[in-house]
């Protein structure tokens, strides 16, 4: 039923000399949320950047196994990282937003990968605040900064960035962490109508937003995947004592 | 009630007399500071004011000959001669040391980054008569077998005080590269962009302010300085015909003249540290409504 779109096989990742994840494999299938929950430092956010290469740029980052996106391993020879980082978006645990314009926030993305045509990113730009159900709000200040807009909305923001260039994969690292419940509950509405469009990964700590709007939910303890599965099954039913006890709020 | 009981107790008043001394010095302080700038441009301008009376202030500004001897005092070869070697020194300084800051911040390994920062402060720390042999050594034989006449001119100048300036702007300009936030590089990253996309769309946009305060920065230290230019320049008064012509500017005709100069002749030496403080105050009044 399920078209698989990321497919992680023993992949190792340590800086300097700490090992941080160890011997993972996934199986993320395409156009779902697959949550990834743990404590603090369990290396669900180093899982996260490695899918997109993000922490290349630590500079005694080392790594061993793979990532396959759409069966082409992300790490090897021939990768245009630059190519892959356009296919697999990524939503920061703090919103960011360059210090532009609403509007130029939006377009950056289009216009570094080469849109020229005003009516086109215009459109793009729409389309995209629209589908992050942010259009309505800001529609009438698209030209004053994005610095001004509320943490909710910067966030909104982030994500509408991120869909523009229409990438395959979005990863959100604890997208919310920063939000108030209302601006969360808009986040997480989003996610689910996003999912038709993308493959979306999560981390989060919040477990009522893994439960609320994920399929999958990988457990992640000590750089170890403990227990994968269907949301359902993981929260209704969890097979290993240490999943159970995490969602239970009994540690973590 | 409780507070105004409280605020007749003794220990309470002491303390807000502890206070009130302490607000009070420390103003002294800050005071004694903005005094002796004013006493120092009143001083100027009053041993400036003989000069003034004697030439008029407006030909001393746009007057084309300088013969103390004759005592006519014309000061606008000078006034030219200040402004081109200071704008020639940025338009070799500046795209070096931006360029050399974002190598530094955001490409160099962190190795390389730690070999340099002493380099750029041996560099900044030379004496600037030492760069005046340098220039004399070597930059003034070089400009003489490419553009002939004797090698002192506005681009031996200019290339020395470019030297001399590069590492207030190249220091200042990676504190600005520095402090912008990460997470705007791992946005642009993130979205897709080469290294030189993030560069030019967002880190130089952002850190543009720092960048421009480092350039007048090194702008004003370019104006102000006296002994290299000195050295180099040829020091002669007249308006440059090429870049190959010598020039004197106006540091540099306060320090050539002031040794042996009386009368009249000595305060218009003061009334040239008038000119110069006008010059300096323009260029930055300029420079700082272009930044924004």
């Given at each position: 039923m399920f078209k698989l779109k990321i497919n992680v096989k023993n992949f190792n990742v340590s800086f300097s000399d700490n090992q941080i994840l160890k011997n993972i494999n996934m199986k993320i299938p395409k156009n779902t949320v697959t949550a990834l929950i743990g404590p603090s430092g369990c290396g669900k956010s180093t899982f996260l950047r490695s899918i997109n290469r993000m922490n290349d740029f630590s500079s005694n980052f080392k790594r061993n196994g793979s990532i396959y996106v759409d069966g082409e391993d992300?790490?090897?020879?021939?990768?245009d990282v630059v190519d892959l980082r356009k296919r697999i978006g990524m939503v920061f645990q703090k919103a960011n937003p360059f210090p532009m314009s609403i509007f130029e926030n939006v377009a950056y993305g289009l216009k570094i990968h080469g849109l020229k045509d005003k009516k086109e990113l215009f459109d793009t730009v729409k389309r995209s605040l629209k589908q992050a159900a942010l259009w309505g709000e800001i529609k009438d200040k698209l030209d004053s900064s994005a610095l001004s807009l509320s943490g909710g909305q910067q966030q909104r923001l982030c994500i509408a960035r991120t869909i523009a260039i229409s990438p395959e994969v979005i990863l959100m690292d604890e997208p919310c962490s920063a939000l108030d419940p209302i601006s969360t509950l808009k986040i997480e509405d989003l996610i689910c109508e996003l999912k038709r469009d993308y493959t979306i990964v999560l981390v989060t700590h919040n477990m009522q937003q893994a439960k609320r709007s994920s399929d999958l939910t990988s457990f992640f303890l000590d750089g170890e995947v403990i227990e994968s599965g269907l949301t359902k099954d993981i929260f209704s039913n969890p097979k290993m004592e240490k999943t159970e006890d995490y969602i239970l709020g009994r540690f973590g | 009630m409780n507070l105004r009981r409280y605020s007749k107790k003794k220990g309470f008043l002491k303390l807000i007399r502890k206070e009130y001394l302490i607000e009070k010095g420390f103003f002294t302080l800050a005071m004694v500071m903005i005094a002796t700038v004013l006493l120092m441009f009143a001083f100027v301008v009053i041993e400036s004011l003989p000069a003034f009376g004697h030439s008029g202030f407006f030909n001393f500004l746009v007057g084309l000959r300088w013969s103390p001897d004759m005592n006519i005092f014309g000061i606008f070869p000078m006034i030219v001669g200040s402004i081109l070697t200071t704008a020639i020194s940025l338009i070799i300084a500046v795209p070096m040391s931006v360029s050399c800051a974002i190598y530094l911040e955001e490409m160099a390994p962190a190795k390389l980054k730690d070999y340099f920062k002493p380099v750029i402060q041996t560099l900044a720390g030379i004496p600037s008569v030492i760069y005046g042999f340098f220039g004399l050594t070597l930059i003034a034989p070089i400009i003489r077998n490419i553009f002939g006449g004797s090698g002192f001119s506005i681009l031996t100048a200019s290339v020395v005080l470019a030297l001399m300036i590069l590492p207030t702007i190249i220091s200042l300009s990676q504190d600005a590269i520095k402090s912008v936030p990460n997470q705007f590089r791992e946005a642009s990253f993130g979205l897709g962009s080469t290294q030189w996309q993030c560069i030019k769309y967002i880190i130089l946009p952002t850190a543009l302010p720092g960048i421009i305060t480092a350039v007048i920065l090194g702008m004003g230290r370019a104006v102000g300085e006296t002994l290299a230019v000195l050295m180099l320049a040829g020091n002669v008064s007249v308006i440059p015909s090429s870049l190959a012509s010598p020039i004197r500017t106006l540091t540099s005709n306060i320090a050539l003249e002031m040794g042996y100069a009386t009368g009249i002749h000595y305060s218009a030496l003061f009334a040239t540290g008038v000119i110069l403080f006008m010059v300096i105050m323009v260029l930055m009044i300029v420079s700082t409504l272009c930044s924004k």
């Open positions: 992300i790490y090897g020879e021939n990768v | -």
